[in-house]
């Protein structure tokens, strides 16, 4: 019997252990796959040869690895260089397999590591060690293509969502002498999807959020304004939420028209200070603002129960997907019904997945450009239901933690001709 | 049978609600108050007759409302003045008690609401309508002296303590390739406790926070930047959690500071983006801060069950009082063991409360000045202890609404003289 690695990458997300556990799980019940390894800190992990025996964790072990946020194993951010422009990250990648006898690899991550994925089992054939390698989805962004949702997007989601609910009638109850307005900064750079599921908190007309700012709408400063005037005068106050990345009309994100406009580095704050400063200063309304940063993405204690089934089937039929030798493979979501929520796996081929990003469509967007559509509430609204506690002990929730045992090396270390390639990117 | 006004004062809590519910369960079990009456945005609900009858709220919506967080009747921020300086918003509560037969009157808040419990109920004497005044405690910044806590802190302290846990696993799990260090701002411009709650996150000598920045401790730069440097060094990241009061060693606060060095008011970021720019610059690491702002005090998701358990029976407890003809009370925490915690509720008198505000002693506070001490760690663990999650629908939790039915007015509008002193404050 051959051996499994599996491997992080990128941004963690709330669930993407839970994906770990359905690989190492679904390995062993397979009874074809000897040893499931873990990489320590993701492909760089692989290449130092830095690896975790997941042999001894026993049941409980999987279960609290199940409830912890943020990846475990470790990850990183680490492009590989094309396979024509230097094959040496890839030779190194498959002298590592060989000699811990590893058939199988399990890459989790989000678009970027779905293209190494993809470029290390081609490298593999031409190299001439074939390996059957399988992506496993995961980002909060929402942005892979050809999925219904990306595990990890379900339970950010529904953290936002709460905190916004949560927010709003804070700031209604001490709206009649102190704050009219608040704020809620999200992630998303790009796509608009955790900004959109914050408006699942509006249940009737006048609750907040009452704004919603998309990246992929344009922030018009004079409508926004008016929206927020017309909100308070009418509601007594107005709660919103924002995407790090709006952008204004020319397509530069406020945030950095921000930095530009103040002397300098000296702007530190993110886009959600800065509306508050514009509603302060041109609206005179006292307003506070919250940015949530890796709180929403690591808000285990508050994950959505779909988003963890989901991260753990797409692990499991990542190991099924593998077994039937079908590599280059991304296990995705499919939508069979909207209400009740009904879905299954399907293998998409990698090469579709890293064809590009997803974006909130207009259609999910209300006419206003500032609030969901019915359409977009439909589509958003099962992906955070249920709950899934992790454990708490003395009153705080409880994570797995890494043993501290490394698989003794059988290799030279390997002094990586690209270190300095290594991305520190956000 | 006489009638009772509950009311709320000031920033609003995770738990304040659950006071309310006590109120209003402990009123109509005694057989001895007739209605319950809420004042619709605290004092100046009162002063303009905007009041609420609690007698519709049947069992579970008592439940729904116990477990709903911020001021679920509204509050204000609205400073009496004294009785002998001008004596008419006095006269007019007076007025409205009378109008509508209330004999009791409840007020729910902190440090300041205290105070106006007190001259209410001795305005009360003076001007011949004697009612019978009970404070009810409640305060996230647990400031208030006399009692083991406040109630609505555990709540607060609890999701600060798990985000910071949260928050510091996906550092570490990043921390090879991207961030080094994380900094969270919670609430606390004068006392520290919900920073030194974060500490109950590290569990083990190398757990986030790594540093916890009291306000009652100078701000060190040489020494805070050097202790960032060692803790990357030697544990591969570093977490921190800052009370958005942080002081420099004249006593400023950072963020004041901040403002000032920058151009006027171009500074918007709390002092978590201003620690974060100042340990890039200093030091070269990349930096993610979070600002949780409201988040932290209306997170009724994940409240304490022994913060709600006690607020709860503070409201009970003033009932009691109340019936027992104990005005000028609060009832407070009595703590009467560590492990396990055990407490019971004692009448403290509102001139003793007023006396000052409290701090988190020096002794619970490490030796460095940066870390919670054992004795600081042994009060604060039981304050967070156990779980009392809110009802759930379609993924999130689902509150209370107040009623749009107001009682009946009986009395001219009231031009309040004071109008220009309601107070704006954070």
Same mark, same amino acid.
């Given at each position: 019997?051959?051996?499994?690695?599996?491997?992080?990458?990128? %941004?963690?997300?709330?669930?993407?252990?839970?994906?770990?556990?359905?690989?190492?799980? *679904?390995?062993?019940?397979?009874?074809?796959?000897?040893?499931?390894?873990?990489?320590?800190?993701?492909?760089? %992990?692989?290449?130092?040869?830095?690896?975790?025996?997941?042999? #001894?964790?026993?049941?409980? +072990?999987?279960?609290?690895?199940?409830?912890?946020?943020?990846?475990?194993? %470790?990850?990183?951010?680490?492009?590989?260089?094309?396979?024509?422009?230097?094959? @040496?990250?890839?030779?190194?990648?498959?002298?590592?397999?060989?000699?811990?006898?590893?058939?199988?690899?399990?890459?989790?991550?989000?678009?970027?590591?779905?293209?190494?994925?993809q470029a290390?089992?081609?490298? =593999?054939?031409?190299?001439?060690?074939?390996?059957?390698?399988?992506?496993?989805?995961?980002?909060?962004?929402?942005?892979?293509?050809?999925?219904?949702?990306?595990?990890?997007?379900?339970?950010?989601?529904?953290?936002?969502?709460t905190?916004? &609910?949560?927010? =709003?009638?804070?700031?209604?109850?001490?709206?009649?002498?102190? =704050?009219?307005?608040?704020?809620?900064? +999200?992630?998303?750079?790009?796509?608009?999807?955790?900004?959109?599921?914050?408006? $699942? *908190? +509006?249940?009737?007309?006048?609750?907040?959020?009452?704004?919603?700012?998309?990246?992929?709408? /344009?922030?018009?400063?004079?409508?926004?304004?008016?929206?927020?005037?017309?909100?308070?005068?009418?509601?007594?106050?107005?709660?919103?939420?924002?995407?790090?990345?709006?952008r204004?009309?020319?397509?530069?994100?406020?945030?950095?028209?921000?930095?530009?406009?103040?002397?300098?580095?000296?702007?530190?704050?993110?886009?959600? /200070? $800065?509306? *508050?400063?514009?509603?302060?200063?041109?609206?005179?309304?006292?307003?506070?603002?919250?940015?949530?940063?890796?709180?929403?993405?690591?808000?285990?204690?508050?994950?959505?129960? +779909?988003?963890?089934?989901? *991260?753990?089937?797409?692990?499991e039929?990542?190991?099924?997907?593998?077994?039937?030798?079908?590599?280059?493979?991304?296990?995705?979501? &499919? @939508?069979?019904?909207?209400v009740?929520?009904?879905?299954?796996?399907?293998?998409?081929?990698?090469?579709?997945?890293?064809?590009?990003? &997803?974006?909130?469509?207009?259609?999910?967007?209300?006419?206003?450009?500032?609030?969901?559509?019915?359409?977009?509430? &439909?589509?958003?609204? /099962?992906?955070?239901?249920?709950?899934?506690?992790?454990?708490?002990?003395?009153?705080?929730?409880?994570?797995?933690?890494?043993?501290?045992?490394?698989?003794?090396?059988?290799?030279?270390?390997?002094?990586s #001709?690209?270190?300095?390639r290594v991305?520190?990117?956000?």
């Amino acid at each position: 019997m051959k051996n499994a690695l599996y491997a992080q990458a990128g %941004g963690p997300s709330a669930v993407i252990n839970a994906s770990a556990a359905g690989v190492i799980r *679904a390995c062993r019940r397979s009874g074809q796959i000897d040893t499931v390894f873990g990489a320590h800190f993701g492909v760089l %992990g692989a290449l130092n040869e830095n690896l975790i025996d997941t042999s #001894p964790f026993d049941d409980a +072990t999987l279960e609290l690895l199940k409830a912890t946020p943020a990846a475990a194993f %470790g990850a990183c951010r680490h492009v590989l260089h094309d396979l024509a422009d230097d094959p @040496r990250e890839y030779q190194r990648l498959i002298d590592v397999f060989a000699a811990h006898d590893i058939a199988y690899f399990f890459y989790n991550g989000g678009g970027g590591s779905a293209h190494a994925c993809q470029a290390i089992a081609q490298a =593999s054939r031409r190299l001439g060690y074939p390996i059957v390698a399988v992506h496993v989805p995961k980002t909060i962004d929402n942005d892979l293509l050809h999925t219904d949702c990306s595990p990890g997007f379900g339970s950010a989601a529904k953290y936002v969502a709460t905190s916004i &609910r949560e927010a =709003s009638i804070d700031l209604a109850s001490m709206s009649h002498t102190s =704050s009219k307005v608040f704020i809620l900064e +999200t992630m998303g750079r790009y796509a608009g999807w955790l900004v959109g599921a914050c408006g $699942l *908190a +509006t249940e009737h007309p006048n609750d907040g959020p009452h704004l919603l700012l998309f990246p992929e709408i /344009p922030f018009d400063e004079t409508q926004f304004l008016h929206q927020v005037k017309e909100t308070v005068e009418r509601v007594g106050y107005c709660a919103i939420a924002v995407a790090e990345g709006l952008r204004d009309q020319t397509g530069n994100t406020l945030h950095a028209t921000g930095q530009k406009d103040a002397a300098g580095d000296r702007q530190l704050g993110g886009v959600a /200070p $800065l509306l *508050a400063h514009m509603v302060t200063q041109q609206l005179g309304y006292k307003c506070h603002w919250a940015v949530a940063d890796y709180l929403q993405r690591a808000a285990r204690h508050l994950a959505s129960a +779909t988003d963890v089934a989901q *991260a753990y089937a797409v692990g499991e039929a990542a190991v099924a997907m593998a077994l039937d030798g079908r590599h280059g493979l991304m296990p995705a979501i &499919r @939508r069979l019904s909207d209400v009740p929520y009904r879905w299954d796996i399907v293998g998409v081929p990698l090469d579709d997945i890293i064809q590009g990003d &997803r974006f909130v469509p207009r259609e999910f967007i209300s006419a206003s450009g500032l609030h969901l559509s019915e359409a977009g509430r &439909r589509y958003l609204a /099962p992906l955070i239901a249920g709950e899934d506690a992790p454990l708490f002990k003395h009153g705080l929730p409880q994570y797995f933690r890494l043993p501290h045992d490394r698989v003794p090396k059988k290799l030279p270390p390997f002094q990586s #001709p690209l270190t300095s390639r290594v991305q520190c990117q956000v």
